[in-house]
Every structure is written in structure tokens, then in C-alpha cells.
């Protein structure tokens, strides 16, 4: 297998491709392994806890990107500064793609792929005017304040039936998400229009955060808590929406994942968290990385991600 570390790999081509079939197929996930992690698995990536933790650093600070494709950005090119089309350099920064540039291949939303390329790939015309900031410096942290993000997740966690409440708790304890007892139902937000649509949901979780706790720390702890739920820990109320992976899971590999999608939402938006001391911890105990999915990581981190800035549309339950 050719390496990821420089060009398009044929073999990555193929893989997203696939990727995308068998999502829209349904496939079980014991029936077919995501593309990406065979992929990884091939080529004997971020097995290491240095490679591991660059990687998530590397995703962690470039927010231009969803974490997924910020991953496939690393591993084609791990010093990638800020990409973009060629139509995109062109119409808003002024600059052509150099001839011997080679792209990157990235997911494109509502479709297959689709093809960016570095600053460092690009030259200015004569009449473009200098990089902004966010170009120069892409990795600068940013406020380590929470805004409208708690407040937004809360109500689009309530679309997949979760109720996030606050407990007094004691300093130690920080969290938690189980499975609701049945029969009760929440109301969801359908539409963020002035009539403001609901729209009754089976309560089916109960995430605790520690009402003592600061605004920052209880994000943190929502989105570890999330992190579980989305990468499939506590099973799932419909395989389409995302997998049950609970019974094939180790609990170490259960708390790494969880951790792993804290350490890169929490992250990209400025806010410290002890995610990275966790990761560093276990991973200078234990050399490998244990055996997780990048593909659910990534995924979960994006969609915690989207739901801290706007509603997000009602699950369809068929």
C-alpha cells in the first residue's frame, strides 16, 4: 500500500468511495468495518501514542475543516496550514495553484469528494492583497469562554431523546449518561422559526453534569458524555442514525474514544480541558494506541460540534 504522506493515494480514493456506499447502504457494522479504519489499519498509522496525539493536536487546531476531514487532511499532508479550492484561492485571496501542486482529497458535503490545496501550493496575482489572519496564524487559541454552545447542544440533544440536567454533585464527580427508563417523552425544538415547532421524543438518556461545576467544565463533561453516546457505548435507538457498538467494545477503548472526541471539540474551541492529560497519561503507560475507531472519534466530535452552533433538523425516526 502506497503512503499517505505525500499525494493522493489511489488506495484513499477508493476507500472514501466505498466509505460513502456502504454508509448509504446501511451495511452492519460487524458485516463491514468502516473504510477508514481498515485504511488505517493497512498502513499502520497513529498506532503509536506520539503519532496518535499529533494527529488529534494537528485536528484539535485546524477548525477550518470538520475534524474528519481535518484527519484526512493530516494524513496526506501533516503540515497543512490552511486549505481551500483553487476556486476558492482565486475568487476571495487572489492566488493561482502553483503547477506542480498536487491536491488534497477531502469529503465534500452532500457529495463524493472533493479537491483542496495548502497555502503553500498557492502564489498571488498581481493584484492580491495580503493573507488574513486566520491564514497567517490558523492555530492561534482562541477565548477559552463558553457562549450559546451549551445552551445549543442541550436542545439539540433533546432531538435523540437525551435530557441533560444539572445535579449537585460532589467535587470529584463530574458526570454522567445512562439509559432513561421508558415511557416518558421530551419535547424537541422542530424549528428555530418565531412559532418554534415541537415535536414530542421518546426520553431515552439521562446525561448528569455537576451543577457546581463552571460553565466550561460543564461542557466539557457534556460532550464526553455525548462522546460515549455517539460513538455508540450505550447501543443506539436506530442503526441509521449511528451503531450499536456496546457489546464489542472494551471499557478502556469506550473511555479513550470519549476522551479522544472531548480533547478535539473542546479543543478547537479554546477551551482547556484534562482530556489531554488523560491521553497523555495512559498513553505513557501503555506504548500502542488501543484498538479504537478514528472513524466514530471523528465523526462524533463533528456532529457535538455542530450541535454547540445551530439547531440542527429533527431525526427521522423511519
Request: overall charge neutral.
Amino acid at each position: 500500500m502506497s503512503s499517505l504522506d505525500g499525494g493522493i493515494c489511489p488506495s484513499l480514493l477508493w476507500q472514501i468511495d466505498y466509505t460513502e456506499r456502504v454508509m448509504e447502504s446501511g451495511l452492519d457494522e460487524l458485516q463491514s468495518r468502516t473504510a477508514l479504519d481498515e485504511l488505517f489499519e493497512n498502513a499502520r498509522k497513529y498506532k503509536t501514542g506520539s503519532e496518535y496525539l499529533k494527529m488529534l493536536k494537528f485536528v484539535r487546531k485546524f477548525r477550518t475543516y470538520s475534524p474528519f476531514n481535518a484527519m484526512l487532511i493530516y494524513s496526506q499532508r501533516p503540515g497543512a496550514r490552511f486549505v481551500a479550492t483553487a476556486h476558492r484561492w482565486s475568487k476571495d485571496h487572489g492566488r493561482v495553484i502553483k503547477p506542480a501542486a498536487i491536491p488534497i482529497v477531502i469529503l465534500q458535503p452532500r457529495g463524493p469528494v472533493m479537491f483542496v490545496f495548502d497555502v503553500s501550493d498557492t502564489e498571488p496575482l498581481q493584484y492580491a492583497l495580503p493573507l488574513p489572519e486566520e491564514i497567517e496564524q490558523p492555530f492561534e487559541v482562541r477565548s477559552g469562554n463558553i457562549g450559546k454552545e451549551i445552551e445549543m447542544t442541550i436542545e439539540n440533544a433533546l432531538r435523540d431523546g437525551v435530557r441533560v440536567s444539572e445535579k449537585q454533585l460532589g467535587s470529584q464527580m463530574a458526570g454522567s449518561i445512562q439509559k432513561a427508563d421508558s415511557g416518558r417523552h421530551v419535547n424537541a425544538v422542530a424549528s428555530r422559526s418565531p412559532e418554534r415547532k415541537v415535536k414530542q421524543v421518546p426520553l431515552r438518556y439521562d446525561l448528569i453534569v455537576n451543577g457546581n461545576h463552571s460553565r466550561e467544565t460543564r461542557y466539557v463533561t457534556m460532550v464526553h458524555e455525548l462522546g460515549h453516546l455517539y460513538c455508540g457505548h450505550l447501543g443506539t435507538p436506530n442503526g441509521k442514525w449511528w451503531h450499536d457498538r456496546s457489546h464489542y467494545i472494551k471499557p478502556e477503548e469506550k473511555e479513550f474514544e470519549a476522551e479522544s472526541v472531548a480533547f478535539l471539540v473542546c479543543g478547537r474551541l479554546g477551551i482547556d480541558n484534562p482530556s489531554e492529560s488523560y491521553l497523555s497519561g495512559y498513553l505513557k503507560e501503555n506504548s500502542a494506541v488501543p484498538s479504537i475507531s478514528l472513524d466514530y472519534v471523528m465523526k462524533a466530535a463533528g456532529l457535538i460540534e455542530k450541535m454547540g452552533k445551530d439547531s440542527l433538523p429533527l431525526r427521522k425516526e423511519n
